[in-house]
């Protein structure tokens, strides 16, 4: 069984950063992504970015290209964070963090609010 943390969402005003950080404890080995998504206040779930364990490749949404940066962990291999700048009102949502692994069903997080005030 695999279970998945977010945190350090919160309040931040509108132009400043936030880093989330995900974490999987359990049978990881397999993993073959991590993807960030968000929902916000009355609209569906939507992709924010995606890091691809083999090879460490990513990919983003165009609404946050050049703004946020999804990464892993070096050393603790099982964390992959979402560093967010340059936040705008429209980011605020609740952040959830999806480890996909092979063999097994999606794991998810139970999410972290992220607010950007004006």
């Known amino acids: 069984q695999v279970q998945v943390v977010e945190s350090g969402g919160g309040l931040v005003q509108a132009g400043g950063s936030l880093r989330l950080s995900c974490a999987a404890s359990?049978?990881?080995?397999?993993?073959?992504?991590t993807t960030w998504y968000r929902q916000a206040p009355g609209k569906d779930r939507e992709f924010v970015a995606i890091?691809?364990?083999?090879?460490?490749?990513?990919?983003y949404a165009d609404s946050v290209k050049g703004r946020f940066t999804i990464s892993r962990d070096i050393a603790k291999e099982n964390t992959v964070y979402l560093q967010m700048n340059n936040l705008k009102l429209e980011d605020t949502a609740v952040y959830y963090c999806?480890?996909?692994?092979?063999?097994?069903?999606?794991?998810w997080g139970q999410g972290t609010q992220v607010t950007v005030s004006s």
């Open positions: 359990g049978r990881t080995s397999s993993t073959l992504e």
């Open positions: 890091f691809a364990w083999s090879g460490g490749s990513t990919s």
């Open positions: 999806n480890f996909r692994i092979l063999f097994q069903r999606n794991y």
